[in-house]
DNA sequence: GCGGTTGGGTAAATTATTTACATGGGCCGA
DNA sequence: TCGGCCCATGTAAATAATTTACCCAACCGC
């Protein structure tokens, strides 16, 4: 009973109440038996509802949180509240989201598959990502005097994303969308230049030649693609794998634009906190500056 | 925000706070980025604690919950318990993700941080989208005549998403970055037109006059915001909300942009299940279509 | 039947919450 | 620049919850 420290740290309320039972009073019991009935109701009733409901008194609620383990009311409360949380989520997964998304699906399980994917996506890239290239990434990006990113369909909308951050805290970076602007900005490239190339399946014929173009410049070159042996991946210096799930919808590329987004967001930041007070100040005045076209 | 009845049916406290966060007032807002900050601590305070380490007073921490739609602070309370248990399972988080990234963060704190981040407004946006607003969305896009499709900055990138998407199953539909070209398509939409405006905070001046005119036009109005009690929110006929978390560096727009991508996502297979054979076969297509600017 | 022990409750003390009301600062019109 | 008004916020009182202190009754062994 001395380990009071609010409770939180308490393995699984149910347990402890069912094994502290025999122990109990028969009025503390009442109440035991109550929680234990119905534990995320019990989470919503106060001390009194408690006792009236069995029948008994408040005295005898406290002095059954007590002999459970607790030092106040509220800890037992918010540990009831969590467990029958943690239990509710636990058989609430939603069945089939691995599926792919068929004529007798619901909307409601579009949503759901839809945000399973996704979801997926960005935690399975997150496993995958190897921080070190991550880390040459940065380097390279933010000691660099241009960044020319090039990607094509969905692939162009994640360099523009890239684009706009780097803009937003300084950098001097192009998105191109159109493959002769790209690969001649490209070709102009030098040993302070970067170029970001994106593309899922890292076969984009445009997107390899505007790497090999940059290669060739002498430029430092970094690919954000599923496939790492692809020829886009074999043409970068530096790899940044996306791990994206396809399945639903294939060519929607939902997966694979969440995977690349996520990766993108984690240059930027790093980038950003390279010179994290620069940064932080050029994001305040981006940030002011647009105000003035918002309303109250 | 009609669904009082006791707090147990709401969906995600933090999704609540966090939409509410424009209309609170400083003192107010001071509490509810405490409790964002991390909520299972907050959960385990009370109302004076929250008020001293907010700087402010009980009242102010009173009107806050009032605001976010609690009708009594232990309500509040135990969601807040619920919902970090809840997440805390998902994917047992690792220490600290709350947090905005700092200076002292690795870059695989970086990662975590984000995917985290991202993962989350995924999936409080599944479970904040309401299924029959989506609905009417897909079914007034899958009836137009002609989609006008506006955002800025990241909004806008979300907004080609579509554009692109949809362009890929064979509707009609155009994404535009300029806000008057904008207005000037919007004023030509008519009773068989859709008008979908991308925006996080949805007081955007450029985005709400877009919508203005295509309803002033007679077309179908969707909004895609983060604020359905925003001006854009206001003048929608169909508000699809977001649910991000803006915290890493908050001006990235990260969270809301993966949110918002989620929605257009769902829309769009929504739309292409409608007609599911020929989208099928139009997605077909164009696949092939590109196939020959691919490599092996 | 009498001291002591156990189970349980009443009511008072404490602490937390909600509500009512007061204050002060900023903004707008004169 | 002044006065009034409104908004944001806080102080303090009222109410409701909790915890504690203390009391009573039943039972048990002698």
Chains 1, 2 share one sequence.
């Not at 309320?13 to 929680?35: D, Q, Y």
Request: with cysteine; proline share 2%.
């Amino acid at each position: 009973m001395e380990e009071a420290l609010g409770g939180q740290l308490s393995r699984t309320v149910l347990v402890r109440i069912r094994s502290a039972l025999p122990s109990l009073r028969p009025s503390e019991r009442a109440i035991a038996e109550l929680v234990l009935a119905d534990p995320s109701r019990a989470a919503m009733m106060s001390i009194a509802d408690l006792a009236e409901q069995g029948g008994t008194s408040t005295t005898s609620v406290v002095r059954f949180y007590k002999k459970v383990g607790y030092s106040g009311y509220s800890d037992l409360r918010l540990d009831l509240a969590r467990e029958t949380a943690r239990e509710s989520l636990a058989n609430n997964v939603p069945a089939g989201v691995y599926e792919d998304i068929n004529t007798s699906d619901s909307l409601r399980d579009i949503v759901s598959k839809i945000a399973f994917n996704e979801t997926m996506s960005i935690a399975d890239t997150a496993q995958v990502l190897d921080v070190d290239k991550l880390a040459q990434a940065v380097e390279a990006i933010s000691t660099s005097r241009k960044t020319d990113i090039f990607g094509v369909g969905a692939g162009g909308l994640v360099g523009e994303d890239l684009q706009q951050k780097l803009h937003r805290i300084g950098l001097t970076s192009f998105s191109w969308s159109d493959p002769h602007a790209a690969l001649a900005s490209a070709a102009l490239l030098d040993g302070d230049g970067v170029a970001v190339a994106v593309s899922h399946s890292g076969t984009t014929m445009d997107t390899v030649d505007f790497l090999l173009a940059a290669k060739a410049a002498g430029a430092t070159t970094i690919a954000v693609t599923n496939h790492a042996d692809s020829a886009l991946g074999r043409t970068a210096d530096i790899v940044l794998s996306t791990a994206a799930r396809e399945t639903p919808f294939r060519s929607g590329a939902m997966g694979s634009r969440i995977a690349q987004m996520m990766v993108v967001d984690c240059l930027f930041v790093g980038v950003a906190q390279r010179s994290y007070d620069a940064s932080v100040s050029a994001l305040k005045k981006t940030h002011a500056a647009v105000q003035s076209r918002k309303l109250a």
